[in-house]
């Protein structure tokens, strides 16, 4: 199936250090999802975008929807070890009473104490 | 909270064995779906369920089958397992007024 393409693919960084991340599309969505999954566990919804422009916190974290609707950028400030694991962004186009979704391939982080 | 549950964490079975997994939800969604996550291919969605009784089919439906008989409860249904099912399974639920999808904790199924 189709996945959005998400960068970087993975990333090593320093604790304290802030991370970026973006997801882009050929497609325009409604809604953009940012998840983190860790090793062998469901992903959790990080953070929900609804808006063309909208920027959205969740404590550490900080997204944005683009403006043309067919990307989003996550921001982690200041990490901290338990910030390992997978993000992946998800494009979400309503359709016919029910939501299709896309998922990006996913960024791999990892943080060095 | 929103919650979504799955019935298993960990499933081994043997090839030719029906298998049922089966996810609750405690939001009152509308929409159920089951994926699969396999390393290297991302997520696939294997059906969804946009209401009491109605299905669609995925990208990957072959194999499956899928029940859904009251609004919470969402059942997928491996009518006779393979050593290629082997794999994370994760259900999620979202509602038709937001785009936000939650997702289980996931059943890793191993088929020998």
């Known amino acids: 199936g189709q996945q959005l393409n998400q960068s970087p693919q993975s990333m090593f960084i320093q604790e304290g250090e802030d991370v970026s991340m973006n997801c882009t599309s050929s497609?325009?969505?409604?809604?953009w999802l940012w998840y983190k999954q860790d090793p062998g566990e469901g992903p959790v919804l990080l953070i929900a975008?609804?808006?063309?422009?909208e920027l959205t916190s969740n404590g550490r974290l900080t997204a944005q929807f683009g403006i043309t609707r067919k990307d989003s950028f996550l921001n982690i400030s200041a990490s901290i070890p338990s910030d390992v694991g997978i993000y992946f962004c998800a494009g979400a186009a309503s359709t016919s009473g029910t939501y299709k979704y896309i998922f990006g391939t996913g960024t791999r982080l990892k943080v060095l104490a | 909270d929103v919650k979504v549950t799955q019935s298993s964490r960990y499933l081994v079975k043997r090839t030719g064995e029906k298998v049922f997994l089966e996810c609750v939800q405690d939001m009152d969604h509308e929409n159920m779906f089951w994926y699969r996550q396999d390393p290297g291919l991302g997520l696939r969605l294997i059906y969804f369920?946009?209401?009491?009784?109605?299905?669609e089919k995925g990208d990957i439906p072959e194999g499956y089958s899928v029940s859904r008989e009251k609004k919470e409860r969402f059942s997928l249904i491996l009518e006779s397992a393979s050593t290629n099912q082997t794999s994370m399974y994760l259900c999620?639920?979202?509602?038709?007024?937001?785009?936000?999808?939650?997702f289980g904790p996931g059943t890793r199924l191993t088929v020998t």
């Open positions: 369920s946009y209401d009491v009784k109605m299905k």
């Open positions: 999620a639920s979202s509602s038709v007024t937001l785009g936000e999808q939650y």
């Open positions: 975008l609804y808006k063309a422009g």
């Open positions: 497609s325009i969505f409604n809604t």
